[in-house]
Structures are given as C-alpha cells and as structure tokens.
C-alpha cells in the first residue's frame, strides 16, 4: 500500500505565500509523475501543476510565475512553493504521485488527502 500525506496547508492574505509538502510512504520502488491539483467549492479538480522524475515542469496557466514545484526523490517528496497568492487560489490541494513497487512494474496513481488553502482579500 501507498499513502501520500500533504502538509503545509492554511490561511493567508492575498499576496501572502505558503509551501506545501507531500511526502509519500509504503511499497514504493520509484515515483514517476508527481503533481498538485487543487478542487474549489463547486469546481472540477484541476491540475496545478506537476513534475516528471527527471524534472520536467508542466504549469497551469493560472500559476506560471506564481507557483514552483520541486521534489526529493530521495525522500519521496513533493513541494509547491506558492507566492502572490489571488483569493482564486482558495480550493484543497491534492498530491498525486505514480508510483512503481517493481523497476518494470506497473505505474499507479495515488492520491493525498488533501490540505486546503484559503487566500483571503
């Protein structure tokens, strides 16, 4: 079994920062892509942005220049550093991680239970 354990989430004014980690644990071999989504009250989950296991970045549009993800493969860790935080930053977060229990095995998906993020004006 997999579980991926965000932290980091809270309030903040608009135009604050927060970084958000997620660490993930069990029957792990690798880690492939790992990413942040993030779902608002009465919105589809979206993704914010997510990192390949050699470092190739792919961004939201709404988050360019505001957000950076990075990651530990030695520890099994995600972080996404956010600054100038909007008011429409406010939704939980979520980690998702593809991971492998075999150098060839088959890749799955996991999720984090997710921390929220709330951006006040």
């Known amino acids: 079994q997999v579980q991926l354990v965000e932290s980091g989430g809270g309030s903040v004014q608009a135009g604050g920062s927060l970084r958000l980690s997620c660490v993930a644990s069990?029957?792990?071999?690798?880690?492939?892509?790992m990413g942040w989504y993030r779902q608002a009250p009465g919105k589809q989950r979206e993704l914010v942005v997510s990192i390949t296991s050699d470092g190739s970045t792919n961004y939201a549009d709404s988050v360019k220049g505001r957000f950076t993800i990075s990651r530990d493969n030695a520890k099994n860790t995600v972080y996404l550093q956010m600054s100038s935080l909007k008011s429409e930053d406010t939704a939980v977060y979520y980690c998702?991680?593809?991971?492998?229990?075999?150098?060839?095995?088959?890749?799955?998906?996991?999720w984090g239970q997710g921390t929220q993020v709330t951006v006040s004006d």
């Open positions: 069990g029957n792990i071999f690798s880690i492939d892509t």
């Open positions: 998702n991680g593809a991971t492998r229990k075999t150098p060839r095995g088959v890749s799955y998906a996991y």
